[in-house]
């Protein structure tokens, strides 16, 4: 809309030269979602030193317009100019110089002589200097006009850029509601996709359950009847043999007294054939019925002792930890630097105050413990040691690593008495048999060995696993043996003769370290995420499981009286389990990850070894 220029509007005193009005621009068509609160980032937080000086500087313009409102102007006062002056000016701003100098010197020359009257060179008349005053200020106006057209092309200029701006990013923010709405969909659509599969990822982990234990039970059966199978082979053949001789070489006389003794042919066979079986025979090699062979056995080999003995070391147990008796619990004592790298596992000495330490610098040590004091460095391994276990009276070390060997090291000697080298992989475990005759351990190749120190071989292989076997274990004074594995489940072995008796699922993640407590009847795990459960052996169900952490749980252990367990965690803690009420409470100390922690027999003191290259000492 526009007017005439030139018009007078309403407001006093206002011109202008040509009137429109801008329409504003209807968003009626767009709709604008709104956004949830936690899209919007949060304003940053307001600088405390710039808002007092922000109040100050207002405080002192207000100050300074009260001055400026109270000063005093001096007056001013306008004398009206004479009719020379006037015409002077006039030619100066015009730039006639040439006529200002005549007119200058016709003036002064008519002024002496007389003949300008006193009403010539008097004032000029208020209508001249009213008129250049006019005049000066339209030059004024007019300067201004200029300036407010360039503003206002540039305004109009600004308003154009902006507008263009706003349309692309109101085309950005349709777009981006469109991708987002998208996403959601797709969110949702694979939220109700993945909820879809998870009735059928349980049942078919139940199936699979189900399967493992069938294909255990299923194995035991097979293997029970094989030598059953072998059992009535040989007792047939026997009593085959037997009757043949009867009937060709016995005479009526011998006849008469054996059966006058009550022992009949068949029940002498019988006999016969079970002394047979005791006896060792060499293997047939034309004879492809495994039923009918049996395994040849060395002259050295050790025989396993019956699983009918009792822990000495139950009397001992004299009542629960001190860690929850005293105040304070568990303090650290004494720090030993121990490697030049970290430290895998500890073991303590079961006689003595000695303590012996594995480490990835391929060597291990014996400490006298307190003080800390070096008593023997073993070096002979090719790559990190993993693991380390006294011999039960004191006299030898075993221990494994990644180098796939295991070695056995004698006190007296000094050195490495035997290796050996039957694993695959790395060795990540070893454990001795209470009898001190056989050394079990666990390796990156999914299997298990049984090792004979008497006959110097590997007398039982444990497959059954599906990943590496990161922890063994015997049960003290027990042919049991309990593995743990990346697999995540824990097994229990029969070491004499290889089978697997019970497996316990439940873990999420890869089982690193598995325990018997010292009756045991409890069986603890823990994994790579920091949990830790806990078994019941007699019923093979699960006690309780226990969240530490994010963390891995490295390595755990129950103290003597089996009502504390320590885990060695990978934050660089020690945590302590209360295991009847389930609470955990935490020593720090150690630098890094710690990997290994045991409790002494007496319960007295806590040794904790970790990645940060020391071993400390809680007591």
């Known amino acids: 809309m526009a007017e005439n220029p030139g018009t007078r509007v309403h407001e006093a005193g206002a011109y202008y030269l040509e009137r429109a009005s801008v329409l504003e621009d209807s968003d009626d068509e767009f709709q604008y979602e709104e956004l949830p609160l936690e899209d919007l980032e949060s304003e940053a937080d307001e600088d405390l030193h710039a808002a007092v000086r922000t109040i100050q500087e207002a405080q002192e313009d207000e100050e300074a317009a009260r001055l400026w409102e109270k000063r005093t102007i001096p007056p001013v006062t306008q004398r009206p100019e004479v009719v020379d002056d006037f015409v002077h000016n006039f030619l100066v701003k015009m730039g006639m110089m040439r006529t200002l100098d005549c007119f200058q010197t016709e003036w002064y020359e008519l002024q002496q002589r007389g003949v300008l009257n006193s009403?010539?060179?008097?004032?000029?008349?208020?209508?001249?200097t009213r008129n250049q005053q006019l005049d000066s200020q339209l030059k004024t106006i007019r300067g201004d006009l200029d300036k407010f057209k360039n503003a206002a092309n540039k305004a109009k200029d600004t308003y154009v850029k902006l507008r263009k701006e706003r349309d692309f990013h109101r085309m950005h923010h349709k777009r981006v509601v469109q991708e987002k709405n998208k996403l959601i969909e797709d969110i949702k659509r694979l939220k109700r996709h993945y909820a879809s599969y998870e009735p059928t990822l349980t049942q078919l982990k139940q199936k699979y359950e189900a399967a493992m234990k069938e294909k255990m039970l299923s194995k035991l059966e097979r293997d029970r009847a094989v030598h059953q199978v072998a059992g009535l082979q040989a007792t047939l053949r026997n009593l085959e043999h037997s009757e043949t001789l009867d009937s060709q070489d016995m005479?009526?006389?011998?006849?008469?007294?054996?059966?006058?003794?009550?022992?009949?042919?068949?029940?002498?066979?019988?006999?016969?054939?079970?002394?047979?079986?005791?006896?060792?025979?060499?293997?047939?090699?034309?004879?492809?019925?495994v039923t009918n062979q049996e395994l040849p056995r060395h002259p050295d080999d050790s025989e396993f002792p019956p699983d009918t003995r009792v822990n000495p070391d139950l009397g001992e147990v004299k009542g629960p930890s001190s860690h929850l008796t005293r105040t304070g619990g568990?303090?650290?004592t004494h720090t030993i630097q121990a490697h030049s790298l970290a430290i895998s596992s500890i073991a303590l000495h079961p006689q003595k105050p000695i303590l012996a330490t594995s480490s990835d610098d391929q060597t291990w040590k014996m400490w006298a413990i307190p003080n800390g004091d070096v008593i023997m460095t073993g070096e002979g391994h090719t790559d990190w040691v993993a693991d380390c276990d006294f011999r039960p009276?004191?006299?030898?070390?075993?221990?494994?690593?990644?180098?796939?060997?295991?070695k056995i090291w004698d006190f007296s000697k000094a050195e490495c008495i035997h290796t050996f080298?039957?694993?695959?992989?790395?060795?990540?475990?070893?454990?001795?048999?209470?009898?001190?005759?056989?050394?079990?351990?666990?390796?990156?190749?999914?299997?298990?060995?049984?090792?004979?120190?008497n006959s110097l071989r590997c007398r039982v292989t444990l497959r059954g696993h599906a990943d590496s076997v990161n922890s063994i274990m015997f049960l003290p004074y027990s042919n049991t043996l309990l593995t743990g594995s990346a697999d995540k489940t824990l097994s229990l072995w029969d070491a004499r003769t290889g089978l697997c008796g019970q497996t316990f699922y439940g873990h999420i993640h890869s089982i690193n370290h598995a325990i018997f407590n010292l009756k045991g009847d409890i069986v603890a795990s823990c994994d790579s995420?920091?949990?830790?459960?806990?078994?019941?052996?007699?019923?093979?169900?699960?006690?309780?499981?226990?969240?530490?952490?994010?963390?891995?749980?490295?390595?755990?252990?129950?103290?003597?009286?089996?009502?504390?367990?320590?885990?060695?965690?990978?934050?660089?803690?020690?945590?302590?389990?209360?295991?009847?009420?389930?609470?955990?409470?935490?020593?720090?100390?150690?630098?890094?990850?710690?990997?290994?922690?045991?409790?002494?027999?007496?319960?007295?003191?806590?040794?904790?070894?970790?990645?940060?290259?020391?071993?400390?000492?809680?007591?």
């Open 330 to 332: 568990f303090r650290l």
């Open 251 to 289: 005479t009526r006389e011998e006849r008469r007294l054996m059966y006058a003794s009550g022992t009949g042919p068949t029940q002498s066979s019988v006999r016969s054939a079970r002394e047979g079986s005791t006896r060792p025979r060499e293997v047939d090699e034309n004879n492809c019925d």
């Open 119 to 128: 009403e010539d060179i008097s004032t000029v008349p208020d209508v001249y």
């Open 421 to 453: 080298t039957d694993h695959q992989h790395a060795v990540w475990g070893c454990s001795w048999h209470s009898c001190g005759d056989f050394v079990a351990s666990c390796s990156m190749d999914n299997t298990s060995k049984i090792w004979d120190l």
């Open 393 to 406: 009276d004191g006299s030898q070390l075993v221990t494994g690593s990644g180098d796939s060997t295991v």
């Open 529 to 619: 995420y920091g949990v830790v459960k806990m078994w019941d052996n007699r019923t093979c169900a699960l006690i309780t499981s226990v969240e530490s952490g994010p963390h891995p749980a490295n390595h755990i252990a129950f103290d003597a009286s089996g009502t504390v367990l320590s885990i060695a965690s990978g934050d660089g803690t020690v945590k302590i389990l209360d295991v009847g009420t389930g609470q955990i409470s935490s020593l720090d100390g150690h630098e890094d990850s710690v990997q290994a922690v045991l409790f002494d027999k007496s319960g007295d003191f806590l040794v904790s070894g970790g990645s940060d290259n020391t071993v400390r000492i809680w007591s």
